[in-house]
C-alpha cells in the first residue's frame, strides 16, 4: 500500500526567505506526485504535478518540486515567500490503476511580516 | 465555466439525523471522489465512483452511503450510523484516461463544513 509522510506539521517562515517543505512516499512502482495547497475554509488547489520525465517540475504561484526516486521524496520548494502563501500543503501519491490518491497529513505555513 | 460545486457550505445536523451533501460537476469528468478532513489531519476517502451507477468504499466508508445516477452528480449522505460526523467533506472529480486507469489530476469543490449539534 502507499503512503506519503510529510514530517512538519507546522513551518513558519519570514516573507521574502526560502521555503522547503518535505514529503517522503512510499510506493512499489513509479508514483504519480501532487502537491496541493488550502486556504482555510476552501478546496483544494493543485500547485504542481510528477507523472515522468523531467524530475524538477514548474508550478504555479512560482513554487517548484524535485522528485529524487534514491530518497523517495518530492520536496516542495520556492525561493521567495510572500505573505499570501500562508496556507496548509498537502503531498499525495497516485498509483498507477484505479485514480487513487493517498495525502500525507498536511504542513501548516505561516509567513511572518 | 467548468467546476465542482459543492452545497450547502455549512451545514448543521442534529444527533440522530440523516443528511446529504451535494456535489455537481460539468467537468464531463468520469470519476468523482468523497474525502473527510479532520483538523490537523490529511484527506481520508470515504467513497468513490469511476462509473455512473457504480461506486467503492474508501478507506472510511461506515456510516456513509454515496449514489450514482447522473455522471456530474454524487451526492453523500451521512447517516446516522456515523458516530463522529462533524467534519469538512471535500469532493472531487478527474477524467478517466481512456482505456486505462491512469491516475491523473483531482480537481477539487470547495467543500461543506458539517457540526452536529
Known amino acids: 500500500a502507499q503512503s506519503v509522510t510529510q514530517p512538519d506539521i507546522h513551518i513558519t517562515v519570514s516573507e521574502g526567505a526560502s521555503l522547503e517543505l518535505r514529503c517522503n512516499y512510499s510506493y512499489g512502482a513509479t508514483p504519480y506526485l501532487f502537491w496541493y495547497v488550502q486556504s482555510p475554509g476552501q478546496g483544494l488547489q493543485l500547485l504542481l504535478k510528477?507523472?515522468?520525465?523531467?524530475?524538477l517540475v514548474q508550478g504555479i504561484k512560482g513554487f517548484e518540486a524535485e522528485f529524487k526516486r534514491s530518497q523517495s521524496s518530492f520536496n516542495l520548494r520556492k525561493p521567495s515567500v510572500h505573505w499570501s502563501d500562508a496556507a496548509e500543503y498537502f503531498c499525495?501519491?497516485?498509483?498507477?490503476?484505479?485514480?487513487?490518491?493517498?495525502f500525507g497529513g498536511g504542513t501548516r505555513l505561516m509567513v511572518k511580516p | 465555466d467548468g467546476g465542482i460545486t459543492q452545497s450547502p457550505k455549512y451545514l448543521f445536523r442534529k444527533e440522530g439525523q440523516n443528511v446529504t451533501l451535494s456535489c455537481e460537476q460539468n467537468l464531463n469528468h468520469d470519476a468523482m471522489y468523497w474525502y473527510r478532513q479532520d483538523p490537523g489531519q490529511g484527506l481520508r476517502l470515504i467513497y468513490y465512483s469511476q462509473i455512473v451507477n457504480d461506486f467503492q468504499k474508501g478507506d472510511i466508508a461506515e456510516g456513509y452511503s454515496v449514489s450514482r445516477e447522473k455522471k456530474e452528480s454524487f451526492p453523500l449522505t451521512v447517516t446516522s450510523a456515523q458516530k463522529n460526523p462533524t467534519a469538512f467533506y471535500l469532493c472531487a472529480s478527474n477524467i478517466r484516461t481512456s482505456g486505462s486507469y491512469r491516475t491523473d489530476t483531482q480537481y477539487f469543490g470547495p467543500g461543506t463544513r458539517l457540526t452536529v449539534l
Open positions: 510528477y507523472f515522468s520525465g523531467d524530475t
Open positions: 499525495a501519491v497516485g498509483a498507477n490503476a484505479g485514480n487513487m490518491l493517498t
